[in-house]
């Protein structure tokens, strides 16, 4: 699929795939967590229905990718039982094992997701662009990205001896599974999520009720906020030249918060879902634009995809304990990939060589851990220093959005020159006022509420003592997501990758 | 877990209450409209509806989208003694379609109905069309289940809304809609002339044609209705200006799919894009003229089988 079709994508997806929000997903989640708790007193026949309910989830869209996912399972499952089994005197067994099954998962990432795109990268540099014949045209399976890495964690941290092999096959393929995460994370860890499928769960209200408040929150972000700016942007950025430069910036800064309350929105909305079940995910996003530099903006965006590069790449390959030479060297690697997985595209490994430059700095200085504590602890607003830093890491973050956005880097590239040389050619181009109000109350709910909680497990975790007043912003946000919300269904950006 | 669930459904019905009211209240006030609110609008369905009440028994009824009611002139039609009523609106697709049979087709009791059709309308989720229904006629439990069954908050927000704009304020049928907008104006009889081009040159790229499959039950859901009642149709596409026709990749391939439904018309007669095309894909005043004068001898040939079955 080419990269950028956005509303191609939308459109193949919004009768096919159970999306959160969806109506099919407003009848699926009440009759799964009533099913769920039901059981509550089975483990085995409650993992079961974990496994079918997510399988049912998926398969909504395509049932025959079903079967990759559960070959997936399988070979890490089978993977891991082999790597204890064979004990620590084998070492070349356990190594074949491990690299057997990372081998034959990337195997199936590349040949799905990257096949084609390196196959027309090669016709364009040696057989002048005539790629038909090498082509696979095959579909993309959603989420492929996400669960093949979750499954490949289990069996590096087995083989490292972090975590002892399940002999719960069920409860194996609830984790690769569960449906909450299954399409677009958190990328969960063996170490944390499977114990929880091997244990017993107990209903909590306050847990239950707090997975109720992040679901809303996410909704909000998803629907009203990332929706509500998808509108203007896909206008913007489907013909730059027709506008003046105020508007293209005005299109990359909604583009930036449109992706931000897009998957944040579905990270929110996933973590609220299993918290229903009883299960805790990892925290993926962390205020991300109130970062004061780059470096503490990667702390706090896609947390579960950068610890993962973290831990399974950069860290084996010395990390930042190495020659400086080899920290520039591990540095780009871990952009690049982290550029390249998010998709087939050049533009998606530009925008990782971008904020690898903007990271290389910081990292060489030492000064990569400067911000570690939340900004602003404890004072009601920032310095006039840290909202500086904010803005000029937002404004960072933004640059290389239009990179993520654009279909090119050659139209990334006039993107950023027409936005320059007529960025004093008058005011921004709006759709309609009604379109602009909404945009600004949507984001500046979503600033000021994010800004509350920054230092909370969640953005929405703060709420007033007393229940009418919890109750009454329920109510708001509820009115906002009815009334405001673009459509009801527009596939999260994420599920492509 | 029986408090959790206990509160979620007070939760529920309590909110609703509030969103109810806020959406009356806040319904109509500018920048936080929160539906579709306004009754008038180029399409004129307001008027349309409302002038229904003038015909029974009509020998031909138009139905469709803009194409319909801006190309079907019924005073063309009725100078050759052919009584006849355009029921198009503004991208209505077969699924508003069956909420107007539903309503209007009784006392309209036409002998052939002409059913326009068009691929980019087939491929639509109507909820423009839906909107523009709910506020502009009186809600029938069809247009609910339409609105409901949509999914769509912008259609049952409007419904919503059409409740208190009719039921509580009556605006509904104290309404009255200019007949003439900008450069459309309302004929009697449900034709809408537009007397200002609008055409530019522009190149659409190459799409396949695809045809919602709810529209294609809704499709068959009017024909079935028609069937039943004994009344000939004819599906009829109108002619795009080549600029956009061109674009189609597969239109053999929707022209298979109407062909199955029924007699099926598509026929392109010779005209020059600038001249007769008010924009790419609605014809303009001569090119309503030529269709018209085409049109009328395959219209006048099933209105004399008709006769002769008789």
């Known amino acids: 699929m080419p990269k950028r079709c956005y509303s191609n994508f939308f459109l193949y997806f919004c009768n096919r795939f159970m999306l959160f929000n969806s109506i099919e997903f407003l009848i699926f989640l009440p009759i799964v967590f009533s099913v769920y708790w039901l059981l509550h007193k089975h483990l085995r026949w409650q993992n079961a229905f974990v496994v079918a309910a997510s399988y049912l989830f998926y398969g909504w869209w395509d049932w025959r990718f079903l079967l990759l996912i559960a070959f997936t399972t399988l070979c890490s499952y089978i993977s891991g039982r082999q790597i204890a089994s064979t004990g620590s005197n084998s070492a070349t067994s356990r190594k074949l094992f491990l690299w057997g099954n990372i081998i034959i998962n990337l195997l199936i990432l590349g040949v799905f997701k990257y096949y084609d795109f390196f196959a027309q990268s090669f016709a364009d540099a040696f057989l002048g662009g005539h790629a038909d014949h090498l082509l696979l045209h095959l579909v993309l399976p959603v989420g492929i990205s996400f669960y093949t890495f979750q499954a490949l964690s289990y069996s590096i941290d087995v083989y490292r001896g972090t975590i002892k092999p399940t002999h719960d096959l069920l409860a194996f393929f609830a984790y690769v599974s569960f449906f909450p995460q299954l399409v ?312 492509q990758f | 877990m029986k408090r959790f669930i206990k509160l979620s459904v007070l939760f529920l019905l309590t909110a609703a209450v509030p969103y109810v009211l806020l959406m009356w209240l806040l319904g109509d006030m500018g920048w936080v409209r929160t539906a579709r609110t306004e009754m008038a609008s180029r399409g004129f369905l307001n008027t349309r509806i409302k002038d229904i009440a003038n015909y029974h028994d009509v020998d031909v009824l138009f139905l469709g989208s803009s194409h319909c009611y801006r190309t079907f002139d019924t005073r063309f039609y009725r100078s050759h003694g052919i009584s006849c009523f355009n029921l198009g609106s503004s991208n209505q697709t077969p699924v508003q379609t069956r909420v107007l049979l539903n309503a209007y087709l009784d006392s309209l009791s036409p002998r052939y109905v002409v059913f326009e059709v068009h691929p980019d309308i087939m491929d639509q989720d109507g909820i423009e069309s839906a909107v523009d ?120 391939w929707f022209e298979a799919q109407m062909r199955a439904l029924g007699p099926y018309r598509y026929k392109i007669l010779p005209m020059d894009d600038r001249v007769h095309f008010c924009n790419s894909n609605h014809l303009y005043l001569p090119g309503i003229k030529l269709f018209n004068e085409d049109f009328i001898t395959d219209l006048k040939a099933a209105l004399n089988t008709i006769e002769q079955d008789r």
């Not at chain 1, 909680?453 to 946000?477: I, K, S, V």
């Open chain 1, 184 to 495: 677009a994370g958190p990328i969960e860890r063996a170490t944390s999520l499977l114990p929880q499928f091997e244990q017993a769960r107990r209903f909590d209200y306050r847990t239950a009720v707090d997975g109720m408040r992040q679901m809303l929150w996410g909704f909000f972000k998803k629907m009203v906020v990332a929706d509500s700016c998808a509108v203007y942007v896909d206008n913007i950025f489907e013909h730059p030249d027709w506008f003046n430069g105020a508007s293209l910036l005005l299109a990359a800064v909604l583009f930036t918060i449109q992706i931000y309350g897009d998957f944040s929105g579905y990270s929110d909305i996933a973590i609220g879902c299993a918290k229903l079940f009883g299960i805790s995910l990892r925290r993926n996003f962390n205020v991300p634009y109130f970062s004061r530099d780059i470096a503490e903006f990667w702390r706090r965006w896609h947390i579960s995809l950068t610890t993962w590069f973290r831990d399974y790449i950069y860290i084996p390959m010395g990390g930042s304990r190495v020659p400086k030479g080899r920290i520039v060297l591990n540095t780009l690697v871990i952009f690049l990939v982290s550029g390249l997985w998010h998709g087939a595209n050049w533009t998606y490994v530009a925008w990782g060589a971008y904020h690898a430059l903007l990271f290389l700095p910081l990292i060489l200085l030492g000064k990569n851990r400067k911000y570690r504590d939340v900004v602003s602890a404890g004072r009601s607003l920032p310095s006039w220093r840290e909202l500086g830093q904010m803005l000029l890491t937002f404004f960072l973050a933004v640059m290389g959005w239009i990179l993520f956005r654009a279909d090119s880097i050659a139209e990334a590239w006039q993107y950023c020159v027409h936005m320059f040389s007529t960025l004093f050619d008058g005011a921004p181009t709006l759709t309609s006022s009604k379109d602009a109000w909404i945009i600004s109350v949507a984001v500046a709910v979503m600033t000021v509420v994010e800004w509350v909680n920054r230092d909370c497990p969640h953005e929405f975790f703060r709420q007033p003592r007393h229940r009418w007043m919890r109750w009454a912003g329920y109510t708001a946000l509820l009115f906002m997501i009815g009334a405001y919300m673009v459509t009801n269904e527009m596939p999260f950006i994420y599920f």
């Open chain 2, 133 to 252: 229904l709910l506020i502009n006629m009186p809600l029938t439990c069809e247009a609910t289940r339409m609105a409901w069954k949509s999914g769509n908050m912008k259609a049952i927000n409007t419904w919503l809304y059409a409740i208190y704009n009719q039921k509580i304020c009556h605006r509904l049928e104290h309404f009255t809609e200019d007949s003439i907008m900008d450069d459309a104006a309302y004929i009697p009889g449900g034709y809408v002339e537009i007397r200002k081009k609008s055409f530019e040159v522009k190149r659409y790229p190459r799409k396949d044609l695809t045809i919602q499959p709810e529209q294609m039950a809704a499709l068959k859901d009017c024909l079935s209705m028609l069937k039943e009642r004994g009344i000939p149709y004819m599906l009829v596409e109108v002619q795009d200006a080549e600029q956009l026709r061109s674009s189609f990749k597969n239109h053999d």
